[in-house]
């Protein structure tokens, strides 16, 4: 059985032989920890893949992201980098007048300028489920664009030329998606970023008004191109994880720690595939690897019948050692809990 063999049967809820292997690398891991990389790779190969795709700089764009310092990306969007390795934030949101709302355009040009050839040629290449990453992600992008307080207010007030930006940000991810539904990847990644451990950043009932139908449009075209749909959140997002079931998200990767797993796990194991993950604040960085292992654990005793639904996903940042990356797959590998049989 292949890689991709392995997760298409995990995503349709079919036993398999194991739980697939997903590692995210964070930027700065390449150069800094290219040993380890290699190790892991050898021990615990992945079985998803992401195309060795990037979009061309916009016109926008100044710098280099990742790097101390600040950069702008080909939206516009000015962030502040303290530590290498990350992404950094935005401080200064570039929308803020009503003028500059309404005469924000997309930067159209990345789709414009984009060829998806080489995309095709590596999906022929591997064995392996190619998932693709997009832009999309229309909360956080509009946030990042007028500020997260000021998003929140206006949206809450039902203000026009907000939800005006909104459709405008919707119309390019649709193109985007489009695009991409028409590539030979297995799966496509949407996200958004709903809020903290305590709960969503917007009530419930608002979150189904303006974001649950340009998600359920996103669902659509995937589907429409055969693929299959995968959703990235941070926070606690159980308030509104069966609306994303409902719509047609296939995985769903998002703090479980946050979360009561448990719960979740009774209502939607079987519906969705749990996309991971083990907590990569805490645990993964900070912890032992016996503390790594009884959170792995904790997973498969709620979601882990060997039939398929769950994918051993986790993040590999800058000051996460080696060892609880290794706990964690090896983990994973382990016979199934008894009374989990």
């Not at 060795?52 to 000015?78: E, I, L, M, N």
Request: net charge negative; hydrophobic share 40%; aromatic share 10%.
């Amino acid at each position: 059985m292949t890689s991709r063999d392995l997760v298409i049967k995990t995503l349709n809820h079919e036993a398999a032989e194991r739980v697939p292997r997903d590692l995210w690398i964070l930027p700065g891991m390449e150069t800094a920890r290219a040993d380890d990389l290699a190790e892991i790779e050898v021990r615990y190969p992945k079985d998803v893949l992401q195309p060795s795709f990037k979009y061309p700089p916009g016109t926008r764009a100044k710098g280099k992201p990742c790097r101390v310092g600040q950069y702008t990306d080909s939206w516009g969007c000015t962030w502040h980098v303290s530590r290498r390795g990350t992404t950094g934030e935005v401080t200064d949101p570039p929308l803020v007048r009503a003028t500059e709302i309404d005469q924000y355009q997309p930067p159209l040009e990345l789709l414009d300028e984009t060829k998806l050839g080489k995309v095709n040629r590596e999906c022929a290449a591997t064995s392996r489920f190619m998932l693709a990453w997009t832009e999309a992600r229309p909360f956080d992008r509009l946030r990042w664009l007028h500020g997260t307080e000021a998003t929140l207010k206006d949206l809450a007030q039902d203000a026009q030329r907000i939800r005006n930006l909104l459709a405008r940000l919707h119309e390019f991810f649709c193109r985007e998606l489009q695009m991409w539904a028409g590539t030979d990847v297995d799966g496509i990644v949407f996200r958004d970023d709903w809020g903290s451990e305590e709960g969503l950043w917007m009530p419930p009932e608002l979150w189904r008004d303006l974001f649950k139908p340009l998600y359920k449009e996103y669902c659509d075209i995937i589907h429409g191109g055969d693929k299959f749909v995968f959703f990235h959140s941070a926070g606690d997002i159980s308030d509104i994880f069966s609306d994303l079931v409902k719509i047609g998200v296939d995985a769903v990767n998002s703090q479980l720690c946050a979360m009561n797993v448990e719960r979740l796990a009774k209502r939607f194991r079987g519906r969705v595939t749990f996309w991971g993950e083990i907590d990569h604040q805490h645990t993964l960085p900070s912890g032992t690897p016996e503390e790594v292992r009884k959170a792995v654990l904790r997973l498969r005793k709620a979601l882990d019948f060997g039939s398929g639904g769950v994918i051993a996903q986790c993040r590999w940042g800058m000051d996460t050692p080696i060892r609880n990356i290794a706990a964690a797959f090896d983990q994973w590998m382990l016979p199934l809990p008894m009374h989990v049989v």
